[in-house]
């Protein structure tokens, strides 16, 4: 069945630090992907998303490029700024509209 | 803008106690879902529905039942509360247009079964 991998946490960085969270989906067809986050005592949000192969996702300064060649779909940032630091769910759209979330990495930025 | 409106927020249970978690949502969408949120997991998927009147099962419905009378509503009723029922419960809402619907999510309702 559909599911979704992420490398677990926590992520520590410092501010300006480079950011990257893996993950990786397994699907049948051609799934839509998303990047979501969720801080602290709230729900979730969406960051970004992409919805066939090569596309990139982009939105605050992340991005997420969709391989299909790798299933993967990883974020990054180039420079992490302690309002980032929160709980980031990579996630895939399925078959009959259903969403597969993985376990989430938190990413704690230090000043 | 409403979106997706959860209530309550918290709620204290005693075992064996029903509750019914509300979910609205005002932007017309024909997907809604239940989800919850164990600590330091993801999120699993309870139930969800396609329109008004059809609901199906998701990853870990036992213990629960939904309905669907009308688009905008989909309460999430708990039966006979177990302390495995601890969680935080996300209602979300999604439209269908190819593959660019995203999910949204209402603020959670955090239920403790003591």
């Known amino acids: 069945g559909d599911s979704v991998t992420q490398m677990e946490g926590p992520v520590t960085l410092s501010e300006e630090a480079f950011l990257t969270i893996n993950c990786t989906y397994t699907a049948t067809g051609y799934p839509s992907l998303f990047w979501y986050v969720q801080y602290p005592g709230e729900g979730l949000q969406l960051l970004l998303k992409?919805?066939?192969?090569?596309d990139k996702g982009s939105n605050k300064g992340f991005e997420a490029t969709y391989r299909k060649e790798t299933t993967s779909f990883h974020l990054e940032k180039g420079s992490v700024q302690v309002s980032d630091s929160a709980v980031y769910f990579c996630a895939l759209k399925g078959g009959f509209n259903k969403f597969y979330f993985g376990s989430g990495t938190k990413l704690n930025v230090k000043p | 803008n409403a979106g997706v409106t959860q209530t309550p927020k918290f709620r204290i249970l005693k075992i064996g106690q029903s509750m019914t978690l509300q979910c609205a949502q005002d932007?017309?969408?024909?997907?809604m879902y239940w989800y919850r949120q164990d600590p330091g997991m993801g999120l699993k998927l309870i139930y969800y529905s396609v329109g008004a009147g059809i609901t199906d099962k998701g990853e870990v419905p036992n213990g629960y039942n939904v309905s669907r009378s009308t688009t905008e509503d989909f309460p999430l009723r708990l039966e006979l509360a177990a302390p495995s029922q601890t969680s935080v419960y996300f209602c979300?809402?999604?439209?269908?247009?190819?593959?660019?619907?995203?999910?949204?999510f209402g603020e959670g309702s955090r239920l403790t079964v003591l």
């Open positions: 979300a809402s999604s439209y269908s247009i190819g593959g660019a619907g995203e999910l949204f």
């Open positions: 992409a919805t066939k192969a090569d």
């Open positions: 932007m017309n969408h024909n997907y």
